[in-house]
């Protein structure tokens, strides 16, 4: 198993990876809209606290040597379920054509009070 790490990034608040890659499979722990390089915890509403985790999940992403069209699953965690709609536009503005299989799970609360959470699995192509 190979330890993804984000060059440049602060060091993780927990003890796990960034991601770790076994065979083809990346596995991408969950992101917090908290930017990696900074630290700086995102302190805007659910439209910039989707749009941090996005991009923190493309930063994970090209450090594992892959990019969203990899992405075979994502899961979302949110606060409140009535940003449902406003989540899902942010994502399809995001990841475009690419639908990869998707769940959203409403929780009571996240870590420091955020809204979203986000986690994935990619699957890299031998050409990667």
């Not at 899961?75 to 709609?85: A, E, Q």
């Amino acid at each position: 198993m190979k330890f993804i790490t984000i060059d440049g990034a602060k060091p993780n608040g927990g003890h796990y990876s960034p991601a770790t890659e076994k065979g083809n499979f990346v596995f991408i722990s969950g992101q917090l809209p908290i930017n990696p390089f900074t630290g700086k915890k995102c302190q805007g509403d659910i439209v910039a606290q989707t749009k941090q985790v996005l991009a923190n999940l493309n930063t994970v992403l090209e450090n594992a040597g892959t990019s969203k069209e990899s992405i075979m699953k994502v899961t979302l965690f949110i606060s409140d379920i009535s940003h449902w709609d406003t989540v899902n536009e942010v994502y399809k503005q995001y990841f475009g054509d690419h639908k990869p299989a998707r769940s959203i799970v409403p929780t009571k609360e996240l870590h420091f009070g955020f809204e979203i959470e986000l986690e994935a699995i990619a699957y890299k192509d031998e050409k990667e």
